[in-house]
């Protein structure tokens, strides 16, 4: 079997969520320094949509219902380019995961802050 036949035996797990505050820490995006918001998440591609960052022009028919020309919207970001902000000093960090009370907790590896 090819490597694009095979499925994934164990997804792994993701350490950014959908409506964490992160930072853009490569690429292109020229206002790195910015704490900005998850909208989407796509756990299958390793990608996520976060508020005002990569935002994409696409050109579209008009509809019954919208009507067309050229639409700003963002497009899909690679999750190895964002870091999570730490809840206590709101700095990127390096996220853990422990266990509290029987579950999995993630946590910030610079001031120890459960993230929620």
């Known amino acids: 079997m090819t490597a694009k ?5 164990f997804a792994p797990k993701l ?10 820490i490569s690429g292109a995006y020229k ?7 998850v909208l989407e998440v796509f756990p299958k591609e390793n990608r996520a949509i976060v508020d005002q960052v ?9 509809t019954q219902s919208s009507q067309g020309g050229i ?3 963002p497009a899909s970001i690679h999750l190895s380019k964002l870091m999570l902000v730490d809840p206590k000093t709101g700095e990127p960090t ?21 993230i929620k």
């Open 15 to 24: 350490k950014i969520k959908k409506g964490d505050r992160v930072v853009v």
């Open 94 to 114: 390096r996220v853990g995961r422990k266990l509290v009370e029987g579950k999995l907790e993630r946590y910030s590896k610079k001031s120890g802050e459960i």
């Open 31 to 37: 206002d790195r320094s910015k704490v900005r918001e």
């Open 5 to 9: 036949n095979q499925q994934k035996r």
């Open 54 to 62: 990569n935002i994409v022009k696409r050109h579209t028919k008009p």
């Open 71 to 73: 639409i700003e919207k």
